[in-house]
């Protein structure tokens, strides 16, 4: 049974950052892509952030490009978002979520398993 638990939501000034992890269990980790997606009330699910299977190649979605890093640890089973420079426009819950194959770019449904989500607020 595959596990994706998030972590490290919270609320932020604007200007702030926050560092997301993502904790995966259930499943070869170092075989496939991860991926970053975040949804705002009353907006549709939005790709952040997408990482291959070895971390040798990202992808970022422009509106945090420069300021979010994804990153991942893959003897950990773990997977990051280091978000940097918040906006109110950054506000959403954050969903981590598994690529089919090693690689993926930022299309739902190329991501097999999700886990709850972590609410970031970017509030003063």
């Known amino acids: 049974q595959v596990q994706v638990v998030e972590s490290g939501g919270g609320l932020v000034q604007p200007g702030g950052s926050l560092r997301l992890s993502c904790t995966v269990s259930?499943?070869?980790?170092?075989?496939?892509?991860m991926g970053w997606f975040r949804q705002a009330p009353g907006k549709e699910r939005e790709g952040v952030s997408s990482?291959?299977?070895?971390?040798?190649?990202?992808h970022y979605a422009d509106s945090v490009k420069g300021r979010f890093t994804i990153s991942r640890d893959n003897a950990k089973n773990t997977l990051y978002l280091q978000m940097n420079s918040l906006t109110p426009e950054d506000t959403a819950m954050y969903y981590c979520?598994?690529?089919?194959?090693?690689?993926?770019?930022?299309?739902?449904?190329?991501?097999?398993?999700w886990g709850q989500g972590t609410q970031v607020t970017v509030s003063s």
């Open positions: 259930g499943l070869n980790f170092d075989e496939y892509g």
């Open positions: 979520a598994t690529a089919r194959t090693i690689y993926s770019l930022l299309i739902p449904s190329d991501y097999n398993y």
């Open positions: 990482i291959s299977w070895r971390g040798g190649t990202t």
